[in-house]
């Protein structure tokens, strides 16, 4: 004789309640994906129009060559845009122009930044006020600053005339070859410099005060606290300011255009600006994006090798 059971075992009663739960938990899901969608879509589509749709543009349109004035209609070349400014002496000077450039400013920005972050976080008095006189700079449009800076660094301009009551010798800055590109320097770093800075001090500012209160205890020093504590444990704000002003700087246009022209003698001339004015100066549309296309890739190599080297270790630690 067999017995009928009348009740569900506990395990067919769970898996009925998650048999009822899968399509509301489903529903909830794509509503969700849905609404992150919309959110998205302003920045995605910003992106296609703004950043890869002039990047595929501009590949395309290397591969063409036609007469500089649009007076023929340009035909499909292939690579000859990149054997012939790879060919060009005055254009591989520029890339190494631009290259050094780079490899001056890029670490001179970031060790500044890094020192200021520094000092604004100690306890010093009127720390509010000392971040927000060394960010100024940077609330003020690049545009103005390169004027400000283009009169203050005239032959007869107030710089000069403070070193002549020092009893120094006037400096040439802009219009000279040798000191031409060192005053773009001076210029994009005073304007870039406290943007940066505010990026380090949230980093300083999040690392726990534990850490430092450890370092005291072990007796650490300022510097042995700073590499060992400091900089490990800032080194995704150190990036990202790294990665970010390495890509302002290469393409980096406004003081040189305003300031100088790309002269005395070529000395400032770099390769956004060489780009630019191969484009609209000379009317060569294609050599022009060639240019600008061959500018992303050095670009892409730099910020390559910096997320390289400021990688953060996620190999598990065996342990002793």
Not at 35 to 56: E, K
Not at 78 to 98: K, P
């Amino acid at each position: 004789m067999t017995i009928s059971r009348t009740s569900r075992s506990p395990r067919s009663l769970l898996g009925a309640a998650r048999g009822a739960v899968r399509p509301w938990t489903g529903r909830r899901r794509a509503k969700e994906s849905a609404w992150a969608a919309l959110f998205l879509a302003p920045a995605v589509i910003a992106i296609v129009a703004m950043r890869i749709a002039p990047t595929a543009s501009a590949i395309e349109s290397s591969l063409y060559s036609g007469f500089p004035g649009g007076i023929l209609e340009p035909v499909f070349s292939g690579l000859r845009n990149y054997h012939d400014l790879w060919a060009s002496e005055a254009f591989r000077e520029t890339v190494v122009r631009t290259l050094v450039f780079n490899l001056v400013i890029n670490p001179l920005q970031i060790v500044i930044a890094l020192a200021l972050a520094v000092a604004m976080t100690r306890k010093i008095h009127a720390a509010g006020l000392w971040r927000t006189l060394v960010f100024v700079p940077a609330t003020v449009p690049i545009v103005g600053s390169s004027i400000l800076w283009g009169i203050g660094l005239q032959p007869r301009g107030p710089v000069n005339a403070i070193i002549r009551a020092l009893g120094g010798e006037p400096q040439p800055f802009f219009t000279s070859a040798d000191q031409a590109l060192a005053s773009i320097i001076l210029v994009a770093s005073w304007i870039g410099v406290g943007y940066w800075m505010l990026f380090l001090i949230a980093g300083i500012q999040a690392i726990p005060e534990e850490y430092y209160e450890a370092a005291r205890l072990d007796r650490a020093g300022p510097l042995r606290t700073f590499l060992s504590i400091t900089i490990p444990l800032l080194k995704r704000p150190l990036l990202f300011v790294l990665v970010a002003d390495t890509v302002a700087n290469f393409v980096l246009f406004v003081p040189v255009q305003i300031l100088t022209g790309g002269g005395p003698q070529n000395s400032t001339t770099m390769q956004m600006f060489n780009a630019y004015r191969t484009t609209f100066g000379y009317s060569s549309k294609n050599l022009g994006a060639a240019e600008v296309v061959i500018l992303t890739l050095i670009m892409l190599v730099f910020v390559a090798l910096q997320f390289r080297l400021l990688r953060e270790d996620r190999s598990p630690r065996r342990r002793a």
